[in-house]
């Protein structure tokens, strides 16, 4: 008797997909496709952040077309059920997120049950199960936007988290859909070391991890996968990148804020060796972030190992 199951994580922040609809979704979907054939899973999970784009109330439309096309997609036609769980109601400030999960199971995976946070309970899935909106009712998912008090200073935010619990081959799983904070202001992130925006995304991550490991319901083992917006340590990268050069601060003749930073080769004509500004984080020497996947930078990284258990040790014990 087989006792384990192929399974497919994915998350996806979708925004540029709905900002760019005929650009990059096409090919996005191919590579789906793609990965589906080639690792032929049983249990799929696609977490997706940033639904409808930056422009999302114009772009919900789009949205709820590019899910259904997933499911209703020739490549997709032996999942014979599905469970779609999409928070669009950008009209509900206080608990709009933009985050969607959709999960598909193969027509020969038996051995599968869903959590009902309401009851308490898991349930046999059968069937396809759309929910849009706010999802306020929905008890097959915990959707929660992040508390205000986490940026007091930033404007609002559609940060927050979604979960699911399943059964697969007799394990019980949390599987957790996740979006945190970015950095608004590269000219902020310089500021100190950790920047407030990294202290932001951990206060959230813990958050996030408290919340599913809390007495509420049973723990579980549990897979956090979403857009973190991790960075490195924009001030030690900064310092670590000019170190040889001649750095000026340009300000704003109205407040006195800075600007923007000028870092100049000393010598070379004084060519500019990086430039930041809110937006913009421009450094003449591209290659470093490329070559060897970034090593020489990747030392200042704000991640921190304590915060991961091991994919090895999660992977354990579900097989």
Not at 179 to 205: E, G, Q, T, V, W
Not at 206 to 233: A, E, H, K, M
Request: aromatic fraction near 14%; glycine fraction near 4%; hydrophobic fraction near 35%.
């Amino acid at each position: 008797m087989e006792t384990y199951t192929d399974v497919l994580l994915v998350t996806a922040n979708v925004g540029s997909l709905f900002d760019n609809v005929d650009e990059i979704q096409s090919e996005w979907l191919q590579e789906l496709y793609k990965t589906v054939h080639t690792y032929k899973p049983r249990f799929i999970a696609l977490h997706f952040q940033e639904v409808g784009g930056k422009d999302y109330m114009v772009n919900m439309g789009h949205a709820e077309k590019f899910f259904w096309s997933i499911e209703s997609s020739e490549e997709m036609k032996d999942f014979d059920r599905v469970c779609i769980y999409v928070d669009n109601q950008f009209q509900t400030e206080d608990s709009f997120t933009a985050l969607g999960s959709i999960y598909f199971i193969h027509k020969t995976l038996k051995n599968i049950y869903q959590y009902d946070f309401n009851v308490k309970d898991f349930k046999a899935v059968s069937g396809k199960n759309k929910y849009v909106g706010s999802l306020n009712g929905v008890t097959t998912v915990e959707k929660e936007k992040f508390p205000k008090n986490f940026w007091p200073d930033f404007k609002w935010s559609r940060k927050g988290f979604m979960r699911t619990r399943w059964i697969i081959h007799n394990q019980g799983v949390d599987l957790v859909n996740v979006h945190l904070f970015h950095d608004a202001s590269n000219l902020i992130a310089c500021n100190a070391s950790p920047s407030i925006y990294s202290a932001n995304r951990k206060n959230a991550l813990r958050y996030v991890i408290n919340r599913i490991s809390d007495r509420s319901y049973t723990p579980l083992p549990f897979f956090l996968f979403g857009d973190f917006n991790f960075r490195l340590d924009t001030l030690s990268l900064v310092q670590h990148l000019s170190t040889s050069a001649d750095v000026q601060t340009v300000k704003k003749d109205s407040n006195n804020e800075v600007e923007k930073i000028i870092c100049e080769e000393k010598d070379n004509d004084h060519q500019v060796l990086l430039q930041i500004e809110e937006k913009i984080f421009a450094y003449l020497h591209q290659a470093v972030f490329r070559e060897d996947n970034g090593k020489a930078v990747r030392a200042r990284s704000e991640l921190s190992p304590t915060l991961f258990t091991s994919a090895q040790s999660l992977r354990n014990t579900l097989v």
